[in-house]
């Protein structure tokens, strides 16, 4: 059985075993692996190993099996989170306009906020529309990581977090640490208190929030599922959208070829097909 382990690493790491994570990541989280990812797995894995104080792969595999609490640890150490404040920032300019033309929006959905600088983006948006903190707007902030929404949840961030953040919000929407939080900034407690964080699977058949939405951030999440994953997701998301409420993508996403889901209305933005046949507005 060939070994994949990456020369020098102390642990077997054989095919079977890549096999094997790819299988359960995709069965516990609709994630399809790339054959590319030998080495990523790896080294994220053999931290689980460590922590468990396992003999290696195999025994970390049956561990994972028997052991219904630690599939959530697996996603975790395998799942990507990369995200900006204003990450795309055409996406909140579509954010501006739609509030503006659509006075009574209730809901938005943050479907992948990772450690939280996307919701909070979004939180800053609907705060400067309105004026205030109080809003009557919901903002869910959900991943299906755990440990990335707990660091959300802080709001706490390396100062560098926030450098391409403009002054004048820096001054509105952070406070910046003293002593031992010194090189760090905190969401000021008003915006934190805009988000309500969930942990959501996007395969389960169920989803624990409140429903319609108005505007769904899903960026560059769906890459990680095949096409029938991504077509059974969008099919359930666009179920939870108002008449004409977004969906707006990742710049590595292209929908068009579900053209009876979405159809698109600007860069990476769509509004679902429902039977209408009055025109879209483009954003």
């Known amino acids: 059985m060939s070994d994949l382990r990456p020369l020098g690493k102390e642990y077997v790491f054989t095919l079977a075993h890549f096999k094997a994570v790819k299988t359960l990541l995709y069965q516990?989280?609709?994630i399809k692996l790339a054959d590319s990812k030998?080495?990523?797995v790896y080294s994220r894995l053999v931290r689980r190993i460590?922590?468990?104080?396992?003999?290696?792969f195999?025994?970390?595999l049956e561990y994972l099996q028997a052991n219904e609490c630690e599939h959530q640890e697996f996603i975790n150490a395998l799942t990507t989170n990369q995200t900006a404040f204003f990450r795309e920032p055409h996406h909140f300019e579509v954010l501006k306009r739609y509030l503006q033309t659509h006075p009574h929006t209730k809901r938005i959905w943050c479907a992948a906020s990772s450690t939280g600088e996307e919701p909070?983006?979004?939180?800053m948006v609907v705060a400067e529309h309105f004026g205030r903190f109080n809003t009557p707007i919901e903002i869910i902030a959900s991943d299906i990581d755990s440990a990335v929404l707990k660091k959300a949840q802080t709001g706490i961030y390396p100062i560098e977090r926030i450098e391409t953040v403009s002054d004048e919000r820096k001054t509105l929407f952070f406070q910046?640490?003293?002593g031992a939080k010194l090189g760090q900034v905190r969401v000021i407690p008003e915006l934190k208190q805009m988000l309500q964080f969930t942990r959501i699977n996007l395969v389960d058949s169920?989803?624990?929030i409140k429903t319609p939405v108005d505007i769904i951030f899903c960026r560059n999440v769906m890459i990680y599922f095949d096409k029938a994953t991504q077509e059974a997701i969008l099919k359930h998301m666009v179920l939870s959208l108002t008449e004409e409420g977004l969906y707006i993508a990742g710049h590595s996403e292209n929908f068009n070829m579900f053209p009876q889901i979405l159809t698109p209305v600007g860069q990476t933005t769509?509004?679902?097909v429902k039977g209408k046949t009055s025109a879209k507005t483009e954003y």
């Not at 909070?120 to 939180?123: E, K, L, N, P």
């Open 58 to 60: 195999t025994a970390y």
């Open 176 to 178: 910046r640490g003293k």
């Open 50 to 56: 460590r922590a468990l104080k396992l003999s290696g």
């Open 28 to 30: 516990f989280a609709g």
């Open 120 to 123: 909070y983006s979004i939180a």
């Open 38 to 40: 030998d080495a990523m």
């Open 206 to 208: 169920f989803w624990s």
């Open 270 to 272: 769509y509004q679902a």
